[in-house]
């Protein structure tokens, strides 16, 4: 314990030396709160948000927390934190600095605001283990409510091991039954739809899965009576309150300044969740936060003289005070020693945290400076730039960007000047050594780096017999699995229908009966739980397939996406993985709810995530059995056309893999190259037929994932050959076609290689109509491809294609 630490014990009762370091941790916690925000004010920092007014409450509920237990709480939960040793006052500080030492600063790596946490869940070579020994906390995000979704997959996991107690072995004893995940929520919060989805998941489901809230009576300045029905979230879920032969959730209330009504609420809350797996919730009511919301603004503007003087006298570090006092279990000078020392511990940990991050470019910052040095003498001082440099480093707050800033702006200057060679050299190595370091910190680990990358996965060719067996897609689909679920056995999957009607396409069908509720089960309709399902049973070690019914129905899980399992790789610096895998089908179909193809949304907001555009359901089937391979998220979008589709069975099923970012020839061609995907092939195939009764020789590629997007240049090679392209697929215009165009075009520089202007076919700018007539007027089809195509050959040779019209 901290106290314990800091030499500061003095009395030989345990339980009065437990009090006294509770009382020890909440009051450094609210020091470094306080000297937090005196950084931002004073210039140090950009900003701050803190836990101050719930530091009383958080160590009540961190009391109940055992090792194996999941956090997935809220950017005010330092004290929790620091109640478990998972920070140490050194980190608070660097965090709000943006210090980017990983052994400082390990939960963000100077990529997260302040307050936002996590622990390692895997390890360099991709391994998941030891999680049933340890802490835990899932890495926070800003979005409030996004942290609710996952939790209800980590509070899953113990579910599943417990009702199915041969998968602990399975699970590398990860994953025992008996663990809780604890969330935290700010009482505004709770009006997301995000926190009532996951509360009522929770409720069907009967998880462990716990949530306190925190409730000042604000929502930054909107009072509680225009954020929540009744102005009270225990009384509006009172309907979700469990009773007698009924699931449901526990509701507990406890005011947050009350330190012994606090750890007798939470402990019979918690031990309740522990042993019943019923969901439960803790209103904490009459929260202060002295404060104010963070450093952006004065709470003092919206609170009244007379609410501002309650919070100061139910300050729970001073009630707590208070109780120590009245009861006798502590003298004042005791508590004045406890008080001076975390204020010396903070100050310290302040300390040596500015050090620590002023002082991670200092070699660089002097080895600059030597450079100018010799710039400015061999100018004979027409270079001289000593005076910018110094003004930089007595900025109150330096930047790694100012030091390149002026760096890059000298270098313009003098990039012709043949009198300063040498030094314009070193100046030049010293600004790409300062950009690839830079680069380490802020722009790496956006997807899984080492061997278990999915991009690493070797390509395994789908294999077949002399008499193979032919199958509808679906059933393609579902013989894969059967072989996947009997290889995996931490795989599971759910969502709408995938259960017990094995799917709406039938690529479950049979399953659940085979191996059980437990790994192939129905979910609500609620898609940001069901992806949040995935998240957290992906944390723990499962490898879970979420599945969406429709690519359109996507769209209400897009922030749990794009916030939460898109940046994680990225927010922790490859600490945290969630190898979730969502399966969904669009493209094509009947009416504009069920023929989404909304890459341009996709591609602008999921970077993260693999992104996988199957033409058919064998192809879907490799790229399941090369994401199971690895430890990257990634989103399949099977083509709804493709199901009933007849195919080839392969002889390898669960053992055949779809390389990432590897182009497939569809067709050869020499006079134009076309490039699409999913099930836009099959119209381009058939358009390059009929193309070549007009003597025009299509090359049509199949880019297979748009993220990655051919990561060896396959397309340039081929239109280098035929000196023309056209980009096809059925987003709106400026959308996907706009994306691979940029690839194309910018990346891998394959302007030089036209002989005309590169062209996109897209749907138009509405979404699909109804109909099979809809489609058709709304998407591309194979009779516009031809025209297209047609018209780029006659812009090279108008006499040999005279115009269609």
């Known amino acids: 314990m901290l106290l314990e630490k800091a030499g500061m014990l003095t009395a030989s009762d345990q339980k009065n030396t437990e009090v006294l370091n509770d009382y020890y941790v909440a009051y450094l916690s609210r020091q470094l709160s306080i000297l937090g925000k005196r950084e931002v004010h004073n210039g140090r920092a950009h900003f701050g948000i803190f836990g101050d007014g719930k530091e009383v409450a958080q160590i009540a509920y961190a009391k109940t927390f055992q090792k194996g237990d999941w956090r997935s709480g809220y950017y005010r939960d330092q004290t929790f934190m620091l109640a478990l040793g998972l920070m140490e006052p050194e980190e608070f500080f660097a965090m709000i600095y943006g210090d980017t030492d990983d052994q400082i600063n390990p939960s963000t790596g100077g990529r997260n605001f302040n307050?936002?946490?996590?622990?390692?869940?895997?390890?360099?070579?991709?391994?998941?283990?030891?999680?049933?020994?340890?802490?835990?906390?899932?890495?926070?995000?800003?979005?409030?409510?996004?942290?609710?979704?996952?939790?209800?997959?980590?509070?899953?996991?113990?579910?599943?091991?417990?009702?199915?107690?041969?998968?602990?072995?399975?699970?590398?004893?990860?994953?025992?039954?008996?663990?809780?995940?604890?969330?935290?929520?700010?009482?505004?919060?709770?009006?997301?739809?995000?926190?009532?989805?996951?509360?009522?998941?929770?409720?069907?489901?009967?998880?462990?899965?716990?949530?306190?809230?925190?409730?000042?009576?604000?929502?930054?300045?909107?009072?509680?009576?225009?954020?929540?029905?009744?102005?009270?979230?225990?009384?509006?879920l009172k309907g979700f309150q469990k009773q007698k032969n009924t699931n449901g959730i526990l509701i507990y209330t406890c005011k947050g300044w009350n330190y012994p009504e606090l750890v007798k609420t939470f402990s019979e809350g918690i031990k309740q969740c522990r042993k019943t797996h019923t969901p439960v919730l803790f209103h904490i009511q009459e929260v202060t936060q002295l404060l104010g919301h963070?450093?952006?603004?004065?709470?003092?503007?919206?609170?009244?003289?007379?609410?501002?003087?309650?919070?100061?006298?139910?300050?729970?570090?001073?009630?707590?005070?208070?109780?120590?006092?009245?009861?006798?279990?502590?003298?004042?000078?005791?508590?004045?020693?406890?008080?001076?020392?975390?204020?010396?511990?903070?100050?310290?940990?302040?300390?040596?945290?500015?050090?620590?991050?002023?002082?991670?470019?200092l070699q660089e910052a002097n080895d600059l400076e030597q450079i100018l040095i010799q710039l400015q003498k061999q100018s004979e001082g027409t270079q001289d730039h000593l005076d910018e440099l110094e003004e930089i480093k007595q900025r109150t707050f330096p930047t790694r960007r100012k030091y390149l800033s002026l760096a890059q702006r000298i270098y313009f200057d003098i990039h012709l000047d043949e009198k300063i060679a040498p030094e314009r050299a070193l100046l030049n190595q010293w600004i790409e050594a300062f950009k690839t370091k830079s680069?380490?910190?802020?722009?790496?680990?956006?997807?899984?780096?080492?061997?278990?990358?999915?991009?690493?996965?070797?390509?395994?060719?789908?294999?077949?017999?002399?008499?193979?067996?032919?199958?509808?897609?679906?059933?393609?689909?579902?013989?894969?699995?059967?072989?996947?679920?009997?290889?995996?056995?931490n795989l599971v999957t759910f969502g709408q229908d995938t259960g017990n009607l094995g799917g709406v396409n039938q690529g479950m069908k049979g399953m659940q009966e085979k191996y059980g509720a437990h790994r192939i089960a129905d979910a609500g309709i609620r898609e940001?739980?069901?992806?949040?399902?995935?998240?957290?049973?992906?944390?723990?070690?499962?490898?879970?397939?979420?599945?969406?019914?429709?690519?359109?129905?996507?769209?209400?899980?897009?922030?749990?996406?794009?916030?939460?399992?898109?940046?994680?790789?990225?927010?922790?610096?490859?600490?945290?993985?969630?190898?979730?895998?969502?399966?969904?089908?669009?493209?094509?179909?009947?009416?504009?709810?069920?023929?989404g193809s909304p890459m341009q949304m996709l591609l602008g907001s999921l970077r993260g995530l693999y992104l996988c555009v199957p033409r058919n359901m064998t192809q879907a089937a490799g790229f399941y059995n090369t994401l199971l391979a690895a430890n990257d998220p990634a989103l399949v979008i099977e083509p709804l056309k493709g199901y009933n589709m007849k195919e080839t069975l392969p002889?390898?099923?669960?053992?055949?893999?779809?390389?990432?970012?590897?182009?497939?020839?569809?067709?050869?061609?020499?006079?134009?190259?076309?490039?699409?995907?999913?099930?836009?092939?099959?119209?381009?195939?058939?358009?390059?037929?009929?193309?070549?009764?007009?003597?025009?020789?299509?090359?049509?590629?199949?880019?297979?994932?748009?993220?990655?997007?051919?990561?060896?240049?396959?397309?340039?090679?081929?239109?280098?050959?035929?000196?023309?392209?056209?980009?096809?697929?059925?987003?709106?215009?400026?959308?996907?076609?706009?994306?691979?165009?940029?690839?194309?075009?910018?990346?891998?520089?394959?302007?030089?290689?036209?002989?005309?202007?590169?062209?996109?076919?897209?749907?138009?700018?509405?979404?699909?109509?109804?109909?099979?007539?809809?489609?058709?007027?709304?998407?591309?089809?194979?009779?516009?491809?031809?025209?297209?195509?047609?018209?780029?050959?006659?812009e090279v040779d108008i006499k040999k294609y005279p115009s269609l019209h």
């Not at 997959?153 to 009702?163: H, M, N, T």
Request: proline fraction near 3%; charge should be negative; charged fraction near 25%.
């Open 115 to 236: 307050n936002h946490f996590c622990t390692a869940n895997i390890n360099a070579a991709g391994e998941i283990k030891d999680l049933a020994i340890r802490y835990n906390s899932s890495s926070d995000i800003s979005s409030t409510g996004g942290q609710m979704p996952r939790l209800l997959g980590l509070a899953q996991a113990s579910k599943i091991v417990r009702e199915d107690k041969s998968l602990k072995k399975q699970m590398n004893n990860n994953v025992t039954g008996n663990e809780v995940a604890f969330g935290s929520i700010g009482d505004a919060s709770t009006s997301e739809g995000m926190f009532f989805e996951t509360i009522n998941a929770a409720g069907v489901m009967q998880v462990p899965l716990a949530v306190a809230v925190y409730d000042d009576g604000f929502g930054i300045s909107v009072p509680i009576e225009l954020q929540t029905t009744k102005s009270s979230i225990s009384e509006a």
């Open 294 to 361: 963070s450093t952006s603004g004065s709470h003092e503007r919206y609170k009244s003289k007379e609410r501002l003087e309650w919070e100061k006298e139910y300050d729970g570090i001073y009630q707590f005070k208070l109780w120590l006092i009245e009861t006798g279990q502590t003298d004042m000078d005791t508590i004045t020693a406890l008080e001076k020392k975390a204020e010396t511990r903070a100050r310290e940990a302040r300390k040596k945290a500015w050090n620590n991050y002023t002082s991670g470019y």
């Open 439 to 489: 680069a380490g910190f802020y722009n790496q680990q956006l997807y899984r780096e080492g061997a278990d990358s999915a991009l690493q996965v070797e390509a395994i060719p789908a294999t077949y017999g002399e008499q193979p067996e032919t199958l509808n897609g679906a059933g393609i689909l579902n013989k894969n699995f059967d072989v996947l679920f009997q290889k995996y056995p």
């Open 528 to 595: 940001t739980t069901i992806i949040g399902q995935g998240v957290g049973l992906a944390m723990r070690g499962f490898r879970p397939i979420a599945e969406i019914q429709y690519l359109d129905y996507l769209i209400y899980a897009h922030s749990t996406l794009s916030d939460d399992l898109a940046s994680m790789q990225y927010r922790t610096k490859g600490k945290q993985a969630a190898p979730l895998i969502i399966r969904t089908r669009g493209h094509q179909l009947q009416g504009m709810w069920h023929a």
């Open 651 to 794: 002889d390898n099923l669960g053992e055949f893999t779809v390389p990432l970012g590897v182009p497939e020839v569809m067709v050869e061609g020499s006079d134009v190259t076309l490039v699409t995907y999913a099930w836009n092939v099959n119209h381009a195939v058939k358009a390059a037929e009929l193309l070549q009764t007009k003597g025009i020789s299509v090359e049509v590629i199949d880019v297979q994932t748009l993220m990655p997007f051919d990561v060896d240049h396959h397309i340039l090679k081929s239109i280098k050959k035929t000196g023309k392209v056209i980009f096809v697929d059925e987003d709106v215009p400026g959308g996907g076609t706009a994306y691979m165009m940029q690839k194309v075009m910018e990346e891998q520089k394959a302007f030089n290689y036209l002989d005309t202007a590169p062209r996109t076919l897209s749907a138009k700018e509405h979404r699909p109509a109804y109909g099979i007539d809809g489609e058709f007027f709304s998407k591309p089809n194979v009779e516009q491809i031809f025209e297209n195509i047609y018209e780029m050959m006659r």
